[in-house]
């Protein structure tokens, strides 16, 4: 099991571009959430997926950020247009369906995403 | 607000230490609880977690938990700290909706020689 896959490890970007963040999760997972990790706000949960829909976007700070999950191998966050502010280090995690198994979901390695 | 709460930003111990760190919670009812570690420039890895029954947990790495519903807390500890624990670790509790996670601001754990 090669876990949960995110690319690209690192981006640097110039403020104004377009970012997208890419997370394969792992196979037979139903769950697909995406966090951002920050020095003054912690780990916060942006949105999350179940069965490829998106059941809580609430997290997502605004308009210009956007995800999707065309199917349940791949999943984007996209950024547009990104700002200096958007710099932090995002979190793919993906977990199995229902009761206490879906739990304690596996993270994948993070994006860190500098914009300049 | 339901939440867990890590009240130690950084702590340091010597290598062959014991260590215990703190994890306190505000739920209505018994929660899940997690611990999380996080290597540097690493994701987060599950170290244990509590559902119910058994209050002392077991997890990776020689890691335990202890649930104390009476103090409100789910403490970290290991008998034998080595130098490869040296991590940021998280402890972690239901949020919002179906199958979330709210995190502490998390402990980051220095080894001396």
């Known amino acids: 099991d090669a876990g949960v896959i995110q690319s690209p490890r690192h981006e640097v970007t110039e403020m104004g571009q377009e970012v997208t963040l890419r997370c394969k999760p792992i196979s037979g997972h139903d769950y697909l959430f995406w966090y951002r990790q920050t020095m003054m706000r912690g780990l916060e949960l942006l949105i999350y997926f179940n069965n490829n829909v998106p059941i809580d976007d609430s997290g997502m700070p605004e308009d210009r950020f956007s995800a999707k999950m065309p199917n349940a191998s791949f999943s984007t966050l996209k950024i547009q247009p990104s700002e200096p502010r958007d710099s932090a280090v995002y979190f793919c995690?993906?977990?199995?369906?229902?009761?206490?198994?879906?739990?304690?979901?596996?993270f994948g390695s993070g994006t860190r995403l500098t914009v300049v | 607000a339901q939440s867990v709460t890590q009240p130690d930003i950084h702590i340091t111990v010597s290598e062959g230490a014991s260590l215990e760190l703190r994890c306190n919670y505000s739920?209505?009812?018994?929660?899940?609880l997690f611990w999380y570690v996080q290597s540097p420039g690493q994701g987060l890895q599950l170290l244990l977690k509590y559902f119910s029954g058994d209050t002392l947990v077991q997890g990776i790495k020689g890691f335990e938990a202890e649930f104390k519903r009476s103090q409100s807390s789910f403490n970290l500890r290991k008998p034998s700290v080595h130098w490869s624990d040296a991590a940021e670790y998280f402890c972690a509790g239901p949020g919002a909706g179906s199958y979330q996670l709210t995190f502490g601001k998390g402990t980051k754990l220095s080894v001396i020689p």
């Open positions: 739920y209505g009812a018994t929660p899940y």
């Open positions: 995690a993906s977990g199995p369906q229902g009761g206490q198994g879906a739990w304690g979901y596996t």
